[in-house]
């Protein structure tokens, strides 16, 4: 295919029988399913005008297709939305970990994953707001290193499927931070987190808020949709937070391996995937079949796209999920 930035592979699933079987009943995800949304994802990619260049390599649109359980309609829109981003924003390209900046924030620890996955295979991380100082640092940077962790963890096919657990421990946060980002973009952050970002949030932990940022966090979880809510809990401390099996925590945090220890290992995972994180920059659209509104970010502006590349593709790819059912009955 001539817009593939990556090899077009034929995919075979070589992970456990038990997650095949948890992608199958949470996922809707049979080889017949995901053999026939692989290649109609690769063909609206190839027709669709406004899209330049694309990884379509197996596992990079499954993290969309597994995120968006196999509808393909909904995929299509939430792979356009994330190319059109990553072009749109500098913070979303060259997530290289060596920068300064990075480097600095990696080591106070700001974000990372836990080695251990929790009781149910999931990918634990860890985000410390209060060590990213708001008077030295930019929205921006904060920004590079979420997409910077998130990507390298995305490349997982196990956690593609499992899913994240996010514990934020919000000691020393204040109302400085509330200055990091206007209202406009603090909205369209939000949405985008979890409309465009193909991750499956299974729990969100905060503990230690301050009341100034609480009103903040009320007002954000205003606007997701009801089931990311109601994943999302607010601790006074961690110990008062029994969801969490705190034994594959940092020793701070009540298991037995220091922090720092963890963070130099979640470095070692980063470095791991850092070649294929700067190939993604060779992904693109054409930037200007995008209204402004699309370019920024809003979630209801690419809604207003066809995302398929013209009527008859648009028949064709968005009468798919009929097929899908027709498909697991047979």
């Known amino acids: 295919m001539k817009k593939a930035t990556t090899v077009v592979d034929n995919y075979e699933f070589r992970l456990s029988n038990e997650l095949k079987l948890l992608a199958e009943s949470e996922l809707r995800e049979t080889c017949a399913t995901r053999d026939f949304a692989l290649k109609a994802i690769r063909d609206w990619i190839e027709s669709n005008p406004r899209i330049e260049a694309a990884r379509m390599d197996a596992s990079f649109l499954l993290r969309f297709l597994r995120a968006k359980k196999f509808s393909v309609p909904i995929t299509q829109e939430g792979i356009e939305r994330y190319l059109l981003l990553r072009q749109s924003y500098d913070f979303f390209t060259n997530l290289d970990m060596n920068l300064p900046t ?9 974000i990372f994953a836990v080695p251990k996955r929790d009781q149910f295979g999931r990918r634990v991380i860890i ?72 991750m499956r949030h299974k729990e969100i932990v905060a503990f230690k808020m301050h009341a100034s940022i609480k009103f903040a966090a009320d007002f954000a979880l205003g606007l997701v949709t009801e ?21 594959i925590l940092p020793l701070e945090y009540g298991g037995t391996i220091p922090m720092a220890e963890m963070i130099e290992s979640w470095k070692v995972e980063m470095a791991a995937k850092q070649s294929i994180l700067l190939d993604n920059d060779n992904m693109r659209v054409h930037l200007d079949m995008y209204s402004m509104k699309a370019r920024e970010g809003a979630i209801s502006a690419l809604k207003q796209l066809n995302c398929a590349s013209s009527d008859n593709d648009k028949g064709q790819l968005y009468g798919l ?8 009955v047979d």
């Open 102 to 110: 990075m480097k600095t924030l990696l080591n106070l620890g700001y």
């Open 127 to 198: 985000t410390r707001p209060g060590v990213f100082d708001p008077y030295k640092y930019a929205n921006t940077d904060m920004l590079k290193l979420h997409g910077m962790v998130y990507e390298t963890l995305m490349e997982d096919e196990e956690n593609q499927i499992r899913g994240y657990v996010h514990i934020v421990d919000c000691t020393g946060v204040s109302l400085p931070y509330m200055t990091l980002f206007t209202p406009k973009e603090a909205v369209r952050i939000i949405k985008n987190a979890e409309n465009t970002l193909p």
């Open 227 to 247: 089931k990311l809510r109601s994943r999302v809990k607010f601790f006074t401390s961690l110990e008062s937070a029994k969801v969490i099996d705190r034994s």
């Open 321 to 328: 999920q009929g097929s899908f059912r027709k498909l697991e």
